[in-house]
């Protein structure tokens, strides 16, 4: 009987569910800035970052790289491992949830064998961490228009400005990464790789903080329901309630647990900042809140400003044309042969690479890690391709125009 009941008093604590969860939450993340950090190398020693769905346009156009490259592959499997620990974490949350509500009934149903002396000094580690949430949800009430308001459960939803913001900044961080890289393949600008990775780490930072505040918000909701003292603004004044006997015994046998009571409490009476600080994971979770924040708007600060920074670097260096900035490049050969330019600046023919890219005014040609400059769109009356001196390779572009 003792094991069981000593599971029971654990399960409401950590369960296994609570541990895949965390499992999960902690593999999604990883996953996340695996799936955005996925390059596709094109020049030797030069980074192209084509953004996180770059294998979509190697799936729907069978697309020809000129080598064995495994990236968009691993960047799939990447993103749908982000997607699939990210469910199950969720999942999990909630097979924890009711592994944890159903251990908590059945510590009701035994609490006499439970809170025995002999038991208590065995296994009183996960029944002393019960008394201190007690604690922290009763440590101070006061009455506002009317109404009983509980410190605990104001500071809890304060906890989902935070909790809100970071989520919303993983979608961002993969959106602004997406459109930077767009935007810098109709340029034919490179993408930065260093910004790709920043772009990485900041949604795996911002996932990460989700979690954290996921799982806190949930612990201190689960609590609140559980050992808030139910009581009316009559009752509060004319100090006319009832705690728990066993836990304010326990707290009161407690010289740590009997101290912080009275110092919360009194610090309650004060006002929420010192409530705040008068607990060390409170003062944490709120206290350090500005942090969080301020980090979080720095990420999505920057992801702001290499969007547009890098569309105004498209804009000098798209040869100084005003009507190149949305047309796309049409190139024309001999026996009226037309090839096109697909999203990423590569020329293509019947919808398959060539092997040629234009960047910029230049026209390259990839051959494995070899890059070799072709030649020039020139602009003019008739836009002809002017080929480099030292290039002996074949030549199949005539003229060019936009569409």
């Not at 902690?26 to 996340?32: E, I, K, S, T």
């Not at 020049?43 to 770059?54: I, R, S, T, V």
């Not at 900042?273 to 350090?288: D, H, K, Q």
């Not at 080929?387 to 002996?392: G, I, N, Q």
Request: charged fraction near 20%; charge should be neutral.
């Amino acid at each position: 009987m003792k094991d069981k009941k000593y599971d029971a008093l654990k399960q409401m604590k950590l369960n296994l569910f609570t541990i895949l969860q965390l499992a999960f939450g902690a593999a999604a993340g990883a996953f996340l800035c695996g799936w955005l950090s996925c390059p596709r190398y094109r020049e030797a020693g030069h980074g192209y970052y084509d953004g996180p769905f770059m294998f979509i346009d190697q799936l729907q156009q069978n697309v020809d790289y000129g080598m064995p490259n495994p990236y968009p592959a691993l960047q799939l499997v990447c993103m749908l491992a982000c997607i699939i620990c990210a469910v199950c974490f969720f999942v999990f949350s909630v097979l924890s949830k009711k592994r944890k509500e159903e251990a908590y009934k059945y510590f009701t149903e035994h609490r006499s064998e439970y809170e025995e002396d002999g038991y208590l000094a065995a296994n009183g580690k996960y029944y002393r961490s019960m008394v201190n949430d007690y604690l922290k949800v009763n440590s101070c009430f006061y009455e506002r228009k009317g109404k009983v308001i509980s410190m605990y459960k104001k500071c809890t939803n304060y906890l989902f400005y935070p909790f809100i913001v970071s989520l919303l900044a993983v979608p961002v961080c993969i959106i602004g990464y997406s459109g930077m890289a767009d935007d810098a393949s109709k340029s034919g600008i490179a993408a930065d790789g260093a910004i790709a990775i920043i772009f990485a780490l900041a949604a795996m930072i911002c996932w990460f903080a989700f979690v954290f505040y996921f799982l806190v918000v949930s612990h201190r909701r689960n609590a609140y329901k559980r050992y808030a003292v139910k009581m009316t603004a009559e009752q509060l004044n004319s100090d006319d309630y009832e705690f728990d006997e066993a836990f304010m015994n326990y707290i009161g046998g407690d010289e740590k647990l009997s101290a912080r009571a009275t110092k919360m409490q009194s610090a309650g009476q004060k006002g929420i900042v010192p409530y705040i600080f008068s607990e060390p994971v409170t003062a944490v979770l709120l206290g350090g809140m500005a942090v969080y924040v301020i980090v979080i708007v720095y990420i999505v600060a920057l992801v702001i400003s290499v969007i547009y920074g890098n569309k105004g670097t498209a804009v000098a260096h798209s040869s100084g044309n005003t009507e190149r900035r949305n047309a796309r490049v049409v190139l024309y050969g001999g026996g009226n042969e037309r090839y096109e330019t697909n999203d990423y600046g590569e020329i293509c023919k019947f919808g398959a690479r060539t092997g040629f890219t234009v960047k910029g005014t230049e026209i390259l040609n990839e051959r494995g890690e070899k890059v070799e400059t072709v030649g020039w769109l020139r602009d003019g009356s008739s836009r002809t391709v002017d080929y480099a001196s030292d290039y002996s390779g074949e030549k199949p572009f005539r003229s060019w125009g936009l569409e």
